[in-house]
């Protein structure tokens, strides 16, 4: 038996400087548990190498923020940089303010990353799309039919075809398999399979966000949900009579 984790790598965040010229930049996290260099992340000498602790929660995070500022620094804040790139970047592309946070990261021994807020935009359009695809591709006539044959060509040929299998040894001496993402992309299409895996998983008809269900018709994730979907309704009915 051969089993993956399907929980992908990522970087944490510790301090984020206030967002500039489209970027959001800071330096990343160097204690604990969390590998502190991109060496460390290739050579699988991290302790922890899935840091994304729910793929189905960091999802609905990326799907459900607003396109602002604030709202990116917040998600890099909670979840950490996925992208090897975003650490890697060449800083003399960066505008000047992201460039001297850069420098002085560097000089204190930090490791500093940068984000284009767009690309991070990019990911949560897209990760939204594939959800609403594997949405459709969980109907059981011939349009979720369709659907799954579409979500099959755009995983495989996307994100997940660029995903290396690669092995660590566990502190217990065993080798441990992990798919090997390393980018935004990547990082989206193997949680979109997760959640394919997880037929409990589903989307709340009131707030639109993912969770466990636990009773086998539950459409809300909440009580609180449930209320709210009921009361809307009935003012759009008591709208619509008027
Ligand atoms: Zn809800």
């Not at 840091?51 to 999802?59: M, N, R």
């Not at 609403?132 to 996307?158: P, T």
């Not at 709340?204 to 966000?209: G, I, L, T, V």
Request: glycine fraction near 6%.
């Amino acid at each position: 038996m051969f089993a993956v984790d399907l929980q992908p790598s990522a970087y944490y965040v510790d301090a984020a400087e206030t967002p500039a010229d489209g970027y959001v930049f800071g330096i990343v996290r160097n204690t604990g548990r969390v590998p502190h260099s991109v060496q460390d992340l290739l050579s699988g000498a991290g302790g922890d190498r899935y840091p994304i602790k729910d793929p189905q929660v960091w999802l609905s995070r990326l799907v459900n923020a607003n396109k602002t500022l604030d709202d990116a620094r917040a998600f890099l804040l909670e979840n950490g940089v996925v992208e090897v790139g975003a650490i890697l970047r060449d800083p003399k592309q960066l505008p000047q303010r992201a460039r001297a946070f850069w420098k002085n990261a560097r000089n204190v021994g930090a490791t500093p990353f940068a984000v284009q807020v767009s690309a991070l935009w990019h990911a949560k359009d897209k990760a939204a799309a594939r959800l609403k695809l594997a949405d459709r591709a969980r109907q059981k006539d011939l349009a979720g039919r369709m659907a799954r044959s579409e979500l099959i060509g755009v995983l495989v040929n996307g994100g997940l075809k660029k995903i290396g299998i690669l092995l660590y040894e566990a502190t217990d001496g065993s080798l441990v398999p992990y798919a090997d993402a390393t980018t935004l992309d990547e990082v989206i299409d193997l949680c979109i399979l997760d959640y394919c895996a997880k037929p409990e998983i589903v989307e709340c008809a009131s707030c639109r966000n993912r969770f466990r269900r636990t009773k086998g018709n539950q459409v809300f994730c909440s009580t609180r949900c449930k209320n709210l979907f009921h009361v809307r309704k009935y003012r759009e009915t008591v709208k619509r009579e008027a």
